[in-house]
C-alpha cells in the first residue's frame, strides 16, 4: 500500500487519469442500466461515474498533502448541507418539467441520494485538506470573475448558434427553424433548468473540478497551454464511451471518433484559455460547459464538422492571440496553484 501512496504522489497527472478512468469506467454499466433499461435505481452510480474526473482530483489531493488539516471542519459540512437540497432540487426539477415525470416521493428519495456526491464535491471546496481546498475552491467564487461567468453564457452558445448558418450555407440549405419546446418565459424557465442540471450533476462539479481545476495547471506547470490542453483533450473524449454507447451513438465507428476526438480537443483549447484568463476558475469553465451542453440540448446540431471547423478558427485566434504554445511565466496564478495543490 505504502508503495502505491508513494506512487501516486510521486506521479499525480498520472494517477489522475486512471483513477478517473477506474471510476467512471468501473460504474460504466450504470449508464445502460438507466437509460437503456429504465432501472433508475441505479442512477445514483451513474452521477458517481460522472463525478469521476472530479473524485479522482480530490483522492489525489489527499494522498499527496504533507500539510497538517485544519481543526474544524465546520465549514466543510455547511457547505455540504447547503448544496445538497439546492442540487437535489435543480434535479428534481429537471425530472418534473423537462423530462415530464410526474413527481413522487420516490423521485425526491432518488435525487437526494443522487445529489450526495455533486454536494461532496462542492463541500470539497471548505475542506480541511490544504491541497483539496485549493485545487476545489474556485468552483464557488464568483468574486473577480462575475464578468467572465456572464461572458461565457454568451461565447460558448454563440459559437455553437455561429455554426449553423455556416453549415446552411455550405450545405446550400435554408436556415432551419429548429422547434423548441416552449416560448417566452416557460422557454427561459426550461433553459435555465437545463443549465443548472447541467451545472450541478455534470459539467461543473462532475468534470472541470477535475479535467481543468487538477489536471489542467499541473500539466501547464510542465508543458505549454495548448499542448496541455490537447493532452486533456485525449483523454477527455474516450471517458464518455460508456455514456455514449448508452446514448445510442456510433461508439465503434472511426468517423464517429475523429469527429468527436477532435471536438473535445478544440472545446479543450477554448476552456483552457478560459480558464488562464479567469486566473484559475473552475466555476468560470464550468459554465462555459453548461452553457455549450444546454445550446446542444436545445438545438440539435446535425453536422458536427462545420461546428469543429467553427471551433477550430476560434481556437486559431486564441492561440495565436495568447500564443498558447508557449509556457505560462512561474509567476502566472495557474501555475502557482499547481505548486499548492501539490505541496
Known sequence: MNRILGWIR????????????????????????????????????AFVATCGPALAGIIVS???????????????RVAFFVAWPIAALVGISFNTFINKVPLSPAIMILYLVSAVP???????????????????????HIRGVWSWALATLLILPASILLAVPINNLLFEQPISIFPLPATGLPLIG???????????????????????????????????PLVAAV????????????????????????SFWSTYLVGHILFSILLAWLYNRSRGSILVVGIAHAAANTTFAFIPFQNLNVLNLTWAIVALLLILFDRMWEKLPSDDPVVYRSRLTAA
Open 10 to 45: 510521486s506521479h499525480q497527472g498520472t494517477a489522475f487519469f486512471v483513477i478517473t478512468y477506474a471510476i467512471t469506467w468501473g460504474l460504466g454499466f450504470s449508464y445502460g442500466a438507466v437509460l437503456k433499461r429504465d432501472q433508475y435505481l441505479l442512477a445514483p452510480f
Open 62 to 76: 489527499i494522498i499527496s498533502n504533507t500539510e497538517p488539516k485544519q481543526e474544524t471542519s465546520k465549514a466543510s
Open 118 to 140: 455533486v454536494a461532496f464535491v462542492i463541500s470539497a471546496s471548505k475542506s480541511r485538506n490544504s491541497a483539496v481546498r485549493n485545487t476545489v475552491s474556485s468552483l464557488i
Open 190 to 224: 426550461l433553459i435555465v433548468i437545463r443549465f443548472l442540471y447541467q451545472l450541478f450533476f455534470f459539467n461543473a462539479t462532475g468534470e472541470e473540478v477535475g479535467w481543468r481545476g487538477f489536471a489542467l495547471p499541473r500539466l501547464q506547470a510542465q508543458a505549454s
Open 231 to 254: 493532452v486533456i483533450g485525449l483523454f477527455w473524449a474516450p471517458w464518455h464511451f460508456f455514456l455514449w454507447q448508452a446514448e445510442g451513438r456510433m461508439v465503434l465507428t472511426l
